[in-house]
């Protein structure tokens, strides 16, 4: 049998370059027998095999290949008692089930006079202490152990001179470095003391990997909570993925596992080896990693951001004026397929500036965090605290949002505390029993998704989500956390059959749990993150989604209006000749209008598996769809609350979006014949954004009854709306739609008398749109007067022509 090829080991201060290090390759699966009991043969291999698990796929790629094992080194002798070393210990600590490997490896006064040294260093030919006026090689118990008690008065500073066998066999190479287990713990008390206690709101700071020095050493911290764990170990890329001569100790009760490993630098790769309660391994990527291999690889990597953010002035600014009192026109984007084949700097050369230059405010991100399947559009996570590797860095990431921000663009980000898949190397049954997850394996599984709900009742779980939402806020500069899938986390019945769920405490069927959790989250990132939004996907009637928490809501800044957003689609899905007998589908929304701080979603949502595309969805010939779509844009910008689009609407794109193209930017070339309907109606979104921008009628008083007023609600046989939008002043913008695809002439509509001149200030049936280009009056230079005519209850009214399919927005004549 052949030995494995030594793996390799950074030395101090060496940053990224290796030297070769101990490490072993195969270590039974189960507790050994003690060393007394097992027989010595006259030869044995320097690492006994270990029967393979499924959790050794992920290690096995990253093996030495066959061709660089060297041959077998020769006989070895069997173990021998390491001195002040149990048998019960060193299988243990074998084993990887031991908690505290410090007490047993380093440097220790030995009780009868002298300091003990004992070193764990598989693979190793021989370990000598070095130091000041100090050479002692140590004697080789077997299994990597080696030890000895020499004749000192107190434990002084050394190194570890390290021999192995080079790859060829041939040779001997030699390693100094430092030894992990003579250091204290890198890991303060106040840091233990705030994650027993669930309040750690900077927990990225204390968990995970990072780079440091520590008593004078340069390496890296490895910080894990793991409390089921028997014991838990560090495997990487420098010691060759196997985890024997690295293992972490426990810091008391936090659960809390801790291991400094001198001269690991930035971009090691790295997982946990974790030895679960029935003593069998698992390996695992960090929960905690700010950086992980690009998919399908999914180990975790060292990081340190070195990025100078450019954006001071637009974080002062942004909390000049709150979210629902404020311009808030958003752009979503599923990054990966927006450009397809563009990497984070890339992307920020051309979506600010497009963006930008289409008027909206925000561009909403569906989720980045790392996800290991990209179909999954980011909504199945695995690193919570990683942006995806597949479009470089997290400082790549950074610059994007840096460019989004000097471009005077908010950036909002997908979030999704709500559930996670069931990947074996991932946080499912994380130390060998259920940990992120409900312990109850009915409650844990989510009823449509196949995956895992989180335990929100547990309070490290609960500070692991709540931590993770200000770490985008504060360590990326987010200004928005869209929240996914609130309405699944809220209840216990969700999509869950009679006899498949338990009532709470009240015996209601509302997750208190989650609702605990939603609080918390929503008031630590308000109280520390000035000018950032979150908003809630939340499709039911919960009372108080964007009450603040101490009022007995939930907290959230905005919610997602799915009503309006389904009610409006089916209304405008059907041909107009039916639309007379839906028009209650079109006013419903301002019933229940201003119970929440709402936003109007044209999200990806809308356009998949099936729905079509926006101007798909309506009915008619190519140029009654592309009126309907204007429209419905022109109603949507004009209803009160705020507005979002998913990329390929503002152009029209015909098919429905895949993530695997992208938009199809083709129709947008002037070489396409129809080219110049799309182009037309991404001029009316530029248009919509830039007039809706300077109108405050249009968002200041989103959020209040006094912002509307109907101006004709019930002309269904029509297929006529009309309103009128105030600002804080009281100056009116009125909006009309004929969702009809007949002109009606001479239509009386009643106004604000107040006003002595209206222009129209957009028409989504102008020609430059696409549209038939029928207009009432010249804007500012022939607006329309009014007549002393009452109508709709107002003591003055307009008579004008409707175009087809279209809607108009008149405002006081002479306005800048």
Known sequence: MTAARPPYEETPGTGAARTPAPQTTARPAARPAPAAARPAGPARPAARPRPATADDTARTHRRPPAGDVPPDPGPHPGPTRVPGLSDDDRVRLLSGGHHDPH?????????????????????????????????????????????AVLPLPAVPGYRLLITYDTPDGRGVHEVVTEDPYRLLPSLGELDL????????????????????VHQGVAGTRF??????????????????????????????????????????????????EITRPDGTHTL??????RHTEVPPANASVVTVSRYEWGDGDWLARRAARPAHESPFSVYEVHLPSWR???DYRQLAEQLPSYVKDLGFTHVELMPLAEHPFGGSWGYQVTGFYAPTSRLGTPDDFRHLIDA???????????????????DTWALAEFDGRPLYEHADPVRAAHPDWGTLEFDYGRKEVRNFLVANAVYWCEEFHIDGLRVDAVASMLYLDYSREEGRWTPNEHGGREDLDAVAFLKEMNATVYRRCPGVVTIAEESTAWD?????????????????????MHDSLEYMVREPVHRRFHHHEMTFSMVYAYTENYVLPISHDEVVHGKGSLVGKMPGDWWQRRANHRAYLGFMWAHPGKQLLFMGQEFAQGAEWSETHGPDWWLLDPSYAAEPDHRGIRLLVRELNTVYGRTPALWERDTVPEGFAWIDCEAAEDNVLAFVRYDAAREPLVAICNFSPVVRESYRVGVPEWVPAWAEVLNTDDERYGGGGIRNGDGEAAPVRPEPTPSHGRGSSLVLTLPPLATLWLRRAGLS
């Open 223 to 272: 910080t894990l909570w793991a409390p089921n764990a028997r014991g838990v170990r560090i495997a990487g890329g420098f010691n060759h993925w196997d985890g024997g001569g690295f293992p972490m100790r426990s810091l008391g009760s936090s659960g809390v596992w801790e291991l400094f490993v001198p001269g690991v630098g930035e971009g090691t790769l790295y997982k946990f």
């Open 544 to 564: 108080g989604v964007t009450r603040p928490t101490e009022h007995g809501g939930l907290g959230f800044g905005l919610k997602w209006n799915m009503g309006w």
């Open 193 to 212: 003391h705030l994650i027993a206690e669930g309040r750690h709101e900077e927990l990225w700071r204390a968990l995970g990997a990072h780079p440091m």
């Open 103 to 147: 007490a047993l490896l380093g440097a220790h006064t030995a009780p009868g006079g002298g300091v003990v040294f004992r070193v764990l260093r598989p693979y190793a030919r021989s370990v000598t202490v070095v130091g000041d006026g100090l050479r002692a090689e140590l004697a080789d118990h077997g299994d990597g152990l080696f030890s």
């Open 340 to 342: 397809p084949g563009l």
């Open 404 to 422: 989004l921000h000097r471009a005077g663009l908010g950036v909002i980000m997908d979030w999704v505390p709500a559930h996670f898949p069931r």
């Open 284 to 289: 695992r990527a960090d929960p905690m990693a």
